[in-house]
């Protein structure tokens, strides 16, 4: 049931760099918004980053110019390039996607298992 996979994960040094990907399973990828959250324990889930079917991207103040997503429809893959990290951007990270499925606009969201980024010398 599983359809979407996050890996790439582990604890880096401030200042490090991590890339996270995500392999989608689903039958339909490309028209997909593919979006990263993170939530650390004790707080609210946080939008990260987002990267539209188009490529459009946006990115959270927080992680702007350290962080960059990009997608691979031919892999079904999103990346999440993470750089200069901080203590901070400690936290469990998901993959999440939303596809329009039908005419009437209905939408399918599918969220991945997370995988853990730790910051720390």
């Known amino acids: 049931q599983v359809q979407l996979m996050e890996s790439g994960g582990g604890l880096v040094q401030p200042g490090g760099s991590l890339r996270l990907s995500c392999v989608s399973s689903?039958?339909?990828?490309?028209?997909?918004?593919m979006k990263w959250y993170r939530q650390a324990p004790g707080k609210e889930r946080e939008l990260v980053a987002s990267?539209?079917?188009?490529?459009?991207?946006i990115y959270a103040d927080s992680v702007k110019g350290r962080f960059t997503t990009a997608r691979d429809n031919a892999k079904k893959t999103v990346y999440l390039q993470m750089s200069s990290l901080k203590p901070e951007d400690t936290a469990v990270y998901y993959c999440?996607?939303?596809?329009?499925?039908?005419?009437?606009?209905?939408?399918?969201?599918?969220w991945g298992q997370g995988t853990q980024v730790t910051v720390s010398p």
């Open positions: 999440d996607s939303v596809t329009v499925v039908n005419v009437e606009g209905a939408k399918v969201e599918l």
């Open positions: 689903a039958r339909i990828f490309s028209s997909a918004t």
């Open positions: 990267i539209s079917s188009s490529g459009t991207t």
